[in-house]
């Protein structure tokens, strides 16, 4: 009865700050006003743990149900309880998987960009902007091409936008969300493929370790790396056979972390070690053997992250989904500064992950 009580609860919420909120621009302060009495009415001051825990009273579930915001880069007991929404939209819709992976989703709709005739260029780096009365005049790539258009839209980490290639003109707004930003946690993604099939293993599974509260703490407060770590551990194998030559498997295990604001750790030296970390525990708690039968890996850290895709402090999510840091608070999709300049993307609102990035496109149409 709890639990039905907490799934109406995040319905409401989902209703409201999902289907209508979410597609809305909100780059006007007055849009932000106007919503003070839904913030109120949900508390949205408090945290999805604390949103839980009004429902459930064991800490096991409690722990089970409020893991949500780290899916968008959050912590469960800072994260404002309107991500307690997620909960609500995976029961409502499901989850999905597109068949041959998200490269497959991209490259189809690149298929449909190229037959209205839209011009993909990749591996270009954009390094510059140039600008000329409020607006973007033209921006420079990596080897020095320009390019001019009326219109400049961006789903580059904001962070990074505003810090390192936009940097001057910023206004007040803009210089207050750079300097205070928290950013969410940092991620240590390992990708393995078995020579074995472990057919038991679902395709989504999530490992708690004994910590939860002390393990939030060491990665958004202490910045320091865990030992009692959690895993979401991803078997596309279950539903995609494609995934991995007959008789075998692939999976891929993320564990979050520390973002590079952490001054203790050295990705460079301890991530082999973590790595293997990452497979014992693997190993004792789940895939029996499995050390014995991997046939290749490969892994990504905050380091990686922040080199290859630009993302500030290395983060896995850009900004974190504070109450603080969403809506109007959160990088505007139409510039703080510059007239033709838009913005989609995790650091953008509504925010991190495929449905609030898609959901930034929709609020990026309306605005044009
Ligand atoms: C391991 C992992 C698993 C995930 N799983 C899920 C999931 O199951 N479901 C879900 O909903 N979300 C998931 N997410 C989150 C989701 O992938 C992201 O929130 C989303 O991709 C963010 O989209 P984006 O367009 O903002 O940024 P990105 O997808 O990061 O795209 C930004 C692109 O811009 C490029 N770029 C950066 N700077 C420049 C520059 N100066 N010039 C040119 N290009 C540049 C980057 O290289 C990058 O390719 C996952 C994330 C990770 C890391």
Redesign the pocket.
């Given at each position: 009865q709890n639990y039905l009580k907490l799934l109406e609860k995040s319905k409401n919420i989902y209703d409201l700050a999902f289907c209508k909120l979410a597609h809305q621009p909100f780059h006007k302060l007055s849009t932000m006003i106007k919503q003070i009495p839904f913030l109120l009415k949900f508390r949205s001051y408090e945290s999805v743990y604390k949103f839980t825990s009004r429902y459930l009273g064991n800490e096991k579930l409690r722990r089970a149900f409020s893991i949500q915001p780290l899916?968008v880069g959050g912590n469960p007991f800072d994260t404002t309880c309107i991500y307690s929404l997620i909960h609500y939209l995976e029961r409502a819709h499901g989850v999905y998987f597109a068949m041959g992976g998200t490269g497959n989703l991209v490259k189809a709709l690149s298929k449909l960009m190229v037959e209205i005739g839209v011009k993909i260029t990749l591996n270009?780096?954009?390094?510059k902007f140039i600008l000329k009365n409020k607006k973007v005049n033209s921006i420079i790539d990596h080897a020095g091409k320009v390019r001019k258009a009326d219109i400049f839209i961006s789903?580059?980490?904001p962070l990074?936008l505003y810090k390192k290639i936009i940097y001057k003109n910023n206004n007040f707004s803009l210089k207050y969300k750079k300097k205070y930003a928290r950013h969410s946690m940092g991620?240590f993604?390992l990708f393995f493929g078995t020579k074995k099939k472990f057919n038991k293993i679902k395709h989504h599974t999530i490992i708690f370790g004994k910590e939860y509260f002390e393990l939030l703490e060491k990665i958004f407060r202490k910045y320091e790396l865990p030992k009692d770590i959690s895993i979401y551990l991803h078997r596309p194998t279950a539903t995609d056979a494609s995934f991995a030559p007959k008789g075998c498997d692939s999976f891929?295990a993320?564990v979050p972390v520390p973002n590079l604001i952490s001054k203790s750790i050295c990705w460079q030296k301890e991530a082999n070690e973590f790595k293997n970390h990452v497979l014992k525990v693997l190993e004792k708690r789940l895939m029996p053997g499995l050390q014995k039968e991997i046939v290749q890996d490969f892994y990504m850290t905050p380091l990686d992250f922040k080199e290859?895709?630009?993302s500030d402090k290395g983060a896995?999510?850009s900004l974190a989904p504070f109450f603080t840091q969403s809506a109007w608070f959160r990088f505007h999709n139409k510039s703080e500064v510059l007239k033709n300049l838009f913005l989609?993307?995790?650091g953008t609102h509504p925010g991190?992950?495929?449905?609030g990035?898609l959901s930034s496109a929709r609020v990026l149409e309306s605005l044009l």
């Open positions: 899916l270009t780096t954009i390094e789903n580059l980490d990074h991620l993604v891929y993320l290859n895709y630009l896995g999510f989609v993307g995790a991190a992950g495929l449905p990035v």
